[in-house]
């Protein structure tokens, strides 16, 4: 029983800073799909080793904890500087690696409203659709640090306002966009009681 | 196209089998899985995924796998506690556990659980293992597995496939592990983003299922979403001895007309003794053509190479031979079974006594958590499939990924050294 009750204080830490995220992340354009933040650059084969290290393994069952730790063995500053709503910038194959869903999990925690690569690993792409968060492939080479980036999810197209450019990205499949839409994969079994896609 | 059969990569025809219609690459469909498993790195969120859905069972019981692999024993509290959910749910649900004595979910997976034509899903990126049984096996997150343990389906885009066909005869001290490194260096860590491999030609006829579950193992390093192999002679003498049941092997292949994205032909007698540098699998170079690279730390074992063959080619180097005064070996079996049978064939002895340490069954140092974490600048030569920054622990240390041979080999030297020095 003690267990159960440890669990669900982790379960709720987590939806109180999901919930902190959320409201921080409310501006006027975010019903309309629209996405405001600077962006944070990153470079190619960024693995899940760098953004979840292995060290902090025992922290995966308290991600707010882990969050503290985004990404440090590439900017130690990271998880500090980043503000809600802002953007992980990413070259080639962002995510490889491990299959551990903390590691966008807890990109998502720290505020970042989307993740931007030239291309992504596998597992790393299809769990960030199952929990929501999105992610863009992009020619991120155009983009440097501290861009002030526009994002229309609808409609496909980043506008960087700092270099006064427009970026295009290809829509997700359908199915992808049924799941990120309906809030994850969680939620998509719930609301249809299966898969409905 | 209803009532027609057009010829199929082996990816397409087991998930076309699993959905009940005909896929064919780039189709979207929701699919039936054989196995299910998720290890204690990952299991945890993905029994917190299956209680927010409402779910307490398992569909299916006995091919439903939480291990507990990657920190085992616990080295600390909160792990203790991750595992302590682990055999509560698993009790509860009905799905089977494999404790801390058990082994790396890899290797159990293939000796006592997978068959060819199955459908895998694990929370592991390395799930891809189990492809050299004929299986399509893939690693996904957590929240996908749990969603596999509660309905026993998955949605899976059926993926394009390259086939890389290994031709000719495996040079000696050239091993499975050679070959993989190679290839992984010739198509890069993306080359197969997405990508079922399905490997061929006529070297595979040489290899033992250790060398295809090698081979396979590293499928996810080149990106890929499974890494196939037909089954033969050798897949059903193999699954006879793992005492499956009557029924377990079925014939695997590709239709002769397959549609392949991408066909590669690598003559292995080209290929020497090999290792990945720092800090991508990719960065590959020769051993012979190597600068003189001092070796802190040997690491023979993992889901990738840990299995007896392994070990005895391991033995067979250091028998009678002591390790450099400045490397640290450790040995880590891979299962249970792997570990019995290496203290019967007198390997560990062997090992034992040339200053090798064993540490238990499971994924030993090469998660990170424990078990030999590197210090400050060290350089470590290890058998496992992943040199990434920090991967063992310490994003200030260095590691060097080899096959058994040449990691053996080089802990006796104390510098990453060509085993052929030695075998030849």
Known sequence: MADKSKNNIVDNELKVQENKMLQKKAQPNTDKGILEGKAFKFGDDISTDLIAPGRYFHLRSNLPELAKHLLEDADPEFAKKIKA???????????????????????KIAGAGAVLAKSFARIFFRNSINIGLPVLICDTDKIDEGDSLQID???????????????????????????????????HITKNKGFNL | MKGVTLPKTISEKILSEHAGSELVAGDIAVVDVDVVMAQDGTGPLAVNQIKKMGFSKVVKPDKSIFFIDHAAPSPRK????????????????????????????HQILVESYVCPGNIVIGADSHTCTSGALGAFATGMGSTDIAVGFALSKTWLMVPHTIKVNFNGKMPPGVYAKDLIIYLIGKITADGATYKALEFGGSTVQQLGMEDRFTISNMAVEAGAKTGLFATDEVTKEYLEKQQMPAGCFKEIFADKDA??????????????????????????VFVREMDKTKVDQVLIGTCTNGRLGDLAIAAKILDGKKIAPWVRLLIVPASKGVYLDAIKAGIIEKLINAGATIINPGCGPCVGVHEGTLADGEVCLSTQ???????????ESFIFLSSPATAAYSAITGYISDPREVLI
């Open chain 1, 85 to 107: 709503g802002d953007f992980v910038v990413g070259g080639k194959n962002f995510g490889l690696g491990s299959s551990r869903e903390h590691a966008p999990t807890i990109i």
């Open chain 2, 385 to 395: 499939n992943r040199n990434f920054k920090g991967r063992m622990g310490n994003p």
């Open chain 2, 259 to 284: 549609t392949y994205q991408q066909v590669i032909d690598i003559d292995v007698s080209k290929i020497e003794p090999i290792v990945s540098k720092p800090h991508t699998v990719d960065n590959t």
């Open chain 1, 153 to 187: 999810l609808r409609n496909g197209i980043i506008k960087d306002i700092t270099k006064n450019i427009e970026l295009k990205f290809n829509p997700l499949p359908e199915v992808m966009i049924k799941i990120l839409s309906e809030g994850g994969l969680v939620e």
């Open chain 2, 78 to 105: 909160e792990l203790a506690d991750s595992h302590k959910v682990l055999r509560e749910f698993a009790a509860q649900s009905g799905a089977r556990l494999s404790d801390i004595n058990e082994g790396v979910c």
